[in-house]
């Protein structure tokens, strides 16, 4: 079955559902003798991990990850590496009240019409949980972007109508992670948590949007017709459960600007073409342009609400009212952020070795 496997030569296929006994992956593609063991894993499935904060569902599970395979004596082998997350903390019991109700904004509909069945015992695959194994991949991909001198930040820009400043560079690297929040201006981030607890406290969940960067991209990633890196960058982010929109540089404020001013002039620095401006998003006709690469997400508000909604009882056939208990995020924005990195970077880490930047055997 296609659709559980991202990239053409740093290759991850996932696997596990959230009401399993555990999530995995396996990486294929990844070359031989890098430096790798569980502590270069366990701190970014830490910052995704659920039940850290008010912000976040009450699920509570640690995300230790195991290595099974594809790694000898510390160092990769260029074999597949195989990873777990056991489940730790499942609890069905909220679903049974809502088995036959399908849950307006969530996976279950398109499931059930697809597969032909339902599984009743929370999202499955289509769950957030599933990215816990996105998040140990890219993982793998920082470290081996962090190689050749690319890092990938993102941080959060909005919670609803809560909007943060423009951040410098240092702001987002310091401030980021040091708030349940997952925004570098932390008087914004003060006033998003408030919001979504607000939104909490009245059965309601918020949205929000989700900058990233990623700096030291080398010009000349991406191909120029299918491949072009910013249509795989919108794929990959696109991808995450409950993303509802992608930009790339000013995306869709560059609607309304004109050429003269959308733009990105050049200029010799020294002998070195730059551009002043960074509009485009440092992606030009599909090619990376050696200026950072940023990206805009539009994340939904979380579609699991315990305010009553209309929606179909799949068994009686009738119209019904649903009220979802049970432990969902109030908002997905602050989780978001490190799944945000990690797709970024697989992309980024597929296109280095499909462009023979990072070899295909050995680091
Ligand atoms: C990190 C993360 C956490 C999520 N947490 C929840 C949650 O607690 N409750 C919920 O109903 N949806 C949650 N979602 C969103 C659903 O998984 C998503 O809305 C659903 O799969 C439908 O997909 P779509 O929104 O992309 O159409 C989460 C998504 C992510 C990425
Ligand atoms: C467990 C996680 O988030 C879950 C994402 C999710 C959903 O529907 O997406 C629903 C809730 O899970 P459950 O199925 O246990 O009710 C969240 O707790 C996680 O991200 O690790």
Request: charged share 25%; glycine share 12%.
């Amino acid at each position: 079955m296609f659709g559980n496997t991202f990239g053409r030569c740093f290759r991850v296929t996932t696997f596990g559902e959230s009401h399993g006994p555990a999530l995995g992956l396996v990486i294929d593609g990844c070359p031989a003798g890098l430096l790798l063991s569980e502590s270069d894993i366990q701190p970014e499935l830490d910052k995704r991990r659920p039940g850290q904060s008010e912000l976040t569902t009450k699920r509570s599970e640690a995300d230790r990850v195991e290595i099974l395979s594809g790694v000898f004596e510390g160092r990769t082998t260029g074999m597949p590496i195989a990873m777990i997350v056991r489940n730790k903390d499942v609890d069905s019991s909220s679903y049974d009240a809502i088995k036959d109700l399908i849950r307006p904004g969530h996976a279950d509909l398109g499931y059930m019409e697809k597969f032909g069945f339902r599984d009743h015992r929370g999202g499955g695959r289509s769950s957030g949980r599933e990215t816990v194994c996105r998040v140990a991949a890219g993982a793998v991909a920082k470290k081996l972007l962090d190689m050749k001198g690319i890092r990938v930040y993102a941080h959060v820009t909005s919670i609803y109508d809560v909007i943060a400043t423009d951040m410098g560079l240092d702001d987002v690297i310091n401030n980021t992670y040091t708030n349940p929040v997952r925004c570098a201006d932390l008087s914004a981030a003060k006033k998003m948590e408030e919001a979504i607890i607000a939104a909490k406290s009245e059965g309601d969940s918020l949205g929000g949007t989700v900058e990233a960067i990623a700096l030291g991209v080398p010009a000349g990633l991406g191909a120029p017709v299918f491949g072009k890196l910013d249509a795989d960058l919108a794929s990959a982010l696109m991808g995450i459960g409950a993303v509802k929109g992608v930009e790339i540089g000013l995306g869709f404020e560059s609607a309304r600007l004109r050429g003269s001013v959308m733009n990105d002039e050049y200029y010799l620095d020294e002998g070195v073409i730059k551009t002043r401006t960074n509009y485009a998003g440092g992606i030009v006709g599909g090619i990376s342009s050696g200026m950072p690469v940023v990206c805009t997400v539009a994340v939904k508000p979380t579609p699991s609400v315990s305010k009553p909604q209309n929606t179909v009882n799949i068994v009686t056939k009738k119209e019904s009212v649903i009220e979802i208990k049970g432990r969902h995020d109030p908002s997905i924005v602050p989780r978001i952020v490190p799944v945000v990195e990690s797709m970024i970077s697989l992309v980024l880490v597929d296109h280095m070795i499909m462009s023979g930047r990072i070899g295909p055997d050995r680091v």
